[in-house]
Structure formats: structure tokens, C-alpha cells
């Protein structure tokens, strides 16, 4: 094991060590232009961010991150500043903070650490597998390389062999004409594999206790509601379209319809924090920020995979883990989600079922 010293800021007065998220949380921001992606880049809940922010915002006096919706989200002079000297600081002390490693433990032990198998993968958001990335212990000899994405631009990058895998999810039972299309369109059935990962619940998010007793979009648009969406692209837009266009409803009429937001908690927040009327998303989202629940799909969430890559190690790893005690005790966590027939490998036919 190689122990390695790391850069760590500290306010003056009163001293007090910064919160090790805040600085990468910055540098997500400033590459992403809004708070949505950077949260998912970086593995935190929406609550998470704009609680780290508001924090530090009262402890420095000075804002760090300037919010505007609709426009995204940039940092202010402070957090430009605090940013550009991590960056000097971390430049100029690279060589002697590396000098400095230390290694523990058994050649052995050390040999074991370094051939840790790597997966890249892309991926719609989910938080099953948000949560195993950052719970697969090293014993496991597998880590994670993920980047949340809509499930359509997954794809793409796994059809031009930009990513190892990708995550994508698609509702179960009776499909409407067309509706899986674009998704084969982005898999090839002799090249590709799909891992069965989880079942899940999605519907409608609601402040709690439904005041207005909404039970589907015809009661959003009836009733002038302020609706967040999700993004252009992303699996769970493609099922709000279809279920807007199932109700006999132009989606143009939802008041909010253009407001976006990239992942199930920021929608959540979004409901949350009053800022909408309503939202759509996973029902373990709903209830981590004490919403009301309107279930309205079942779906499945798999992993794209190339067959000549199942053999691989770090493949095989996840399969294992999948099927084991660790994606068990995730989902135990999380209400809507189900893991029978996980890890399972099927062909991309399965997606004519």
C-alpha cells in the first residue's frame, strides 16, 4: 500500500481544515457550467452541493458559485480565485508531496493493489450505481471510472468505442411503436452483450403529501403546475415524452417544460425546494428528499458491454459483484429498486421483450 501526502486548505481564522469536497466541487463547476452535472461528476446529492456552497458562502464571506436558472451556474471572484491557487499551489508542490510517499505493508499486499482492475463506463444517472462506485471496497479489485450522461449519448460513445460500457434503461412490459429504436440503433447483436443490473420505479415527484393530488401529466397541465424536466437526450426525457404523448397532451402546454436539470436528484432538490410544482424521476430520489411518489413505470437499467470483452478481468469482477453481497446491501438502501437476475448477460435482443 503507498501512502501519499495531499494538499489541504484551511481558513485562517478560525483555523479550520476545508471540507475536502469543495475545491473539486469548484473545479466541476467551472468545467460544467451548471451545478446539475457538476453534482453528478463529482458523486454528491444536489442537497450535498448547495449545502457545501451556502456553508462556505457564510463562513468566507463572499459567495463562491453564482446560481441563475435557466443560465447555468459560474463561479463568482472568490471561487475563481480560491480555484486558481489550488492549482498554483498544487503545480509547485507536485514533485515534493510525491517524494514524500511512503509504502506500507507486504510486496505482496502491494502487487495485489496494483493490479486493481479499471472499468471506463458512461451512463444514464442511477444511484445504484453511483453507490457502488463509491462503496466497492479495494478487496473487490475493481474500480469504476464513471460519467454520468443521458442514455442515448452513453451509447454513442460506447458504439465509437469511447467507453467500456454503458448504462441505459428502458421501462418494462408493452413498449410503444419506435419506442426502443434508438437504442438499437447504437448496439449491434453479434458484437454486444447487455448486464442486467436493477429494476427500478419512476414517476411523478411531488411536495409531500400531493396538496394539489396530481396523478399524472393531464393534472399538471389542467392545473397550470410548474413541471422540472430532464434533459434532451436522457432515458427518462424519452419516457416523459412518451407518457405526455400517451395522455392525449401537446408537452409544449407544461408550464416548465424547457427547464432542464441532468440528474434525478437535482430534480428532486428542484421539488424540494419550491422552486417547481412537480418533477419526474426514481422514486428512492423522491424519498431521500421526503416527496410524495406517483409511480408510473417499471423499467430495467443494463450495462452495454462488447461480448469479446466479458472474458476480461475486470469485466468478470463486475459481473461478480453484481450478483453479490455488495450490490445487495446498495439496494437494501434504496426504496424502487430490485436486483433479481442481476449480473445476468443477455443478448441485445432482449430488448425486443
Known amino acids: 500500500m503507498r501512502v501519499v ?39 454528491l446529492s444536489y442537497r450535498a452541493a448547495w449545502g457545501l456552497l451556502r456553508d462556505y458562502q457564510h463562513k468566507m464571506g463572499a459567495p463562491l458559485v453564482e446560481l441563475e436558472r435557466g443560465r447555468g451556474a459560474r463561479l463568482a471572484p472568490a471561487g475563481e480565485k480560491l480555484l486558481a491557487g489550488h492549482r498554483a499551489a498544487t503545480r509547485r508542490t507536485a514533485r515534493i508531496l510525491s517524494n514524500l510517499a511512503v509504502e506500507l505493508g507486504p510486496p505482496a499486499e502491494r502487487e495485489v493493489g496494483a493490479k486493481a482492475a479499471k472499468l471506463t463506463v458512461a451512463a444514464s444517472h442511477d444511484l445504484v450505481l453511483a453507490a457502488l462506485r463509491d462503496a466497492l471496497p479495494a478487496a473487490a479489485g475493481l474500480a469504476l471510472d464513471l460519467a454520468f450522461m443521458g442514455s442515448l449519448h452513453a451509447l454513442q460513445q460506447f458504439a465509437e468505442g469511447r467507453t467500456g460500457l454503458a448504462g441505459f434503461h428502458v421501462s418494462l412490459g408493452v413498449h410503444a411503436p419506435g419506442e426502443l429504436a434508438p437504442f438499437r440503433r447504437l448496439l449491434q447483436a453479434r458484437r454486444d452483450r447487455l448486464i442486467r443490473v ?81 418533477g419526474f424521476g426514481l422514486r428512492a430520489a423522491a424519498a431521500e428528499y421526503g416527496l410524495a411518489f406517483v409511480p408510473r413505470v417499471r423499467e430495467r437499467y443494463y450495462l452495454a458491454v462488447r461480448a469479446s470483452a466479458l472474458a476480461t478481468p475486470a469485466v468478470m469482477r463486475l459481473i461478480d459483484v453484481l450478483r453479490g453481497a455488495v450490490l445487495a446491501r446498495v439496494v437494501a438502501t434504496l426504496p424502487g429498486y430490485r436486483r433479481e437476475a442481476a449480473g445476468t448477460v443477455v443478448g441485445v435482443e432482449a430488448l425486443n421483450d
Open 198 to 278: 436493477v429494476e427500478r420505479d419512476q414517476g411523478l415527484m411531488l411536495p409531500r403529501g400531493n396538496p394539489a393530488r396530481v396523478h399524472g401529466f393531464r393534472d399538471l397541465e389542467r392545473k397550470q403546475l410548474r413541471f422540472v424536466n430532464r434533459q434532451r437526450g436522457s432515458g427518462t426525457r424519452l419516457l416523459i415524452d412518451r407518457l405526455i404523448a400517451e395522455e392525449g397532451l401537446e408537452a409544449s402546454l407544461l408550464v416548465g417544460y424547457t427547464n432542464e436539470e441532468f440528474t434525478h436528484h437535482a430534480v428532486a432538490a428542484t421539488v424540494a425546494s419550491g422552486a417547481a410544482d412537480a
Open 5 to 43: 501526502p495531499t494538499l489541504a486548505w484551511s481558513l485562517a481564522d478560525p483555523a479550520e481544515t476545508l471540507d475536502a469536497r469543495l475545491v473539486p466541487l469548484l473545479s466541476a463547476i467551472r468545467a460544467k457550467s451548471s451545478l446539475a452535472a457538476a453534482v453528478a461528476d463529482r458523486g
